[in-house]
């Protein structure tokens, strides 16, 4: 398994931008696909990026296409979210995750972070 720790959270206004990052500790980081996922207060977690370990696949969910980029570097252990355009219901803590398997379900995620917050206001 990765020890994952996420950072770049912060609070913007809408249509602004923020990078989020995602250090891994552990030799096996470039095996593992590797997700960002999101919490808002009374929600439940749900899938927000993902990308293959070798960085050749990525998805989204709807809510984020066009405006969110996912990427990773494997020699540096770390995975990013480059978020544009973003609005207020974007608002959530921002957990990257990791998975064995293909998915975009939040369950099939592990190794969570402590989260970073994202806060836009309108």
């Known amino acids: 398994q990765v020890q994952l720790v996420e950072s770049g959270g912060g609070l913007v206004q809408a249509g602004g931008s923020l990078r989020l990052s995602c250090a891994a500790s552990g030799r096996t980081f470039s095996t593992y696909n590797m997700g960002w996922l999101r919490q808002a207060p009374g929600k439940e977690r749900e899938f927000v990026a993902a990308i293959s370990w070798s960085g050749g696949s990525t998805t989204y969910a709807d809510s984020v296409k066009g405006r969110f980029t996912i990427s990773r570097d494997n020699a540096k252990n770390t995975v990013y979210l480059e978020m544009n355009s973003l609005k207020p219901e974007d608002t959530a803590v921002y957990y990257c995750?990791?998975?064995?398997?293909?998915?975009?379900?939040?369950?099939?995620?592990?190794?969570w972070g402590q989260g970073t917050q994202v806060t836009v206001s309108s």
């Open positions: 995750g990791s998975a064995v398997r293909w998915s975009v379900r939040s369950r099939d995620f592990g190794s």
